[in-house]
């Protein structure tokens, strides 16, 4: 099956840096990719949807340049968390359609950031 | 926002037993699906019924979907303490986003 990769698996960083985390789609191509944060015992929000060679779409509340996303190729998306505070500490997991509709999403492993 | 919510929150049940977990949402939909998130990890799949679908099964599990009503049920049958996760329903909207339920987490007992 479709297989959706996220590196870091795990990140702690100090309040300040900026992190990037990594979402690639291993065997099929994708346009769009979706983010999401999860806070701990709680469900997932959609953050942004990420378009190959075009502007994210970012959901109501989430601020586009904290979180910014960058799908430079049909296999690879970035979010990259600026000037990250404790506050930001999550589980971000990353998705995306096969076959360019929503018809199932496969998602990545999820990335632990831990802002100290 | 969040599209949906689930209920319950939690359930806790013996091994062997079954298991039902609710999802209502709001808005019309194309497709409702349901995914299983073990502790601190990624989602994984596990079906997906379209809006003029009424039921579909797989495996141990069976899904409803009730568009009228705007909710849908997961039924897992025979359960196992493999089975402990929390389990999110999932609806679509315009511009293919998903938007996830409050969830439901599930401890079998052995």
């Known amino acids: 099956g479709a297989v959706v990769s996220q590196h870091p698996s795990r990140v702690i960083c100090k309040s300040g840096t900026s992190v990037k985390i990594e979402c690639r789609s291993l065997?099929?191509?994708?346009?769009?990719m979706f983010w999401y944060r999860q806070f701990p015992k709680q469900s997932l929000m959609l953050m942004a949807t990420?378009?190959?060679?075009?502007?994210?779409?970012?959901e109501q509340g989430v601020e586009k340049d904290k979180f910014l996303i960058n799908h430079a190729s049909l296999t690879l998306s970035t979010l990259t968390v600026t000037s990250a505070h404790p506050e930001d500490s999550s589980f971000y997991i990353c998705?995306?359609?096969?076959?360019?509709?929503?018809?199932?999403?496969?998602f990545g492993p999820g990335t632990r950031l831990t802002v100290l | 926002s969040q599209q949906g919510e689930e209920d319950p929150q939690a359930l806790s049940i013996q091994e062997g037993e079954n298991a039902t977990m609710n999802c209502s949402y709001k808005?019309?939909?194309?497709?409702l699906q349901w995914y299983r998130q073990n502790s601190g990890r990624g989602l994984v799949h596990l079906i997906l019924i379209r809006s003029n679908e009424r039921e579909k099964h797989s495996g141990r599990l069976r899904v409803t979907l009730d568009t009228s009503k705007k909710s849908s049920s997961l039924l897992i049958t025979a359960s196992r303490a493999a089975d402990t996760a929390s389990y999110f329903c999932a609806t679509d909207r315009a511009g293919n986003q998903f938007y996830f339920g409050t969830g439901t987490s599930l401890t079998v007992i052995p």
């Open positions: 808005t019309s939909i194309n497709n």
């Open positions: 990420s378009n190959e060679g075009s502007k994210a779409t970012y």
């Open positions: 065997d099929f191509q994708a346009t769009t």
């Open positions: 998705s995306a359609p096969v076959g360019g509709v929503t018809d199932t999403q496969y």
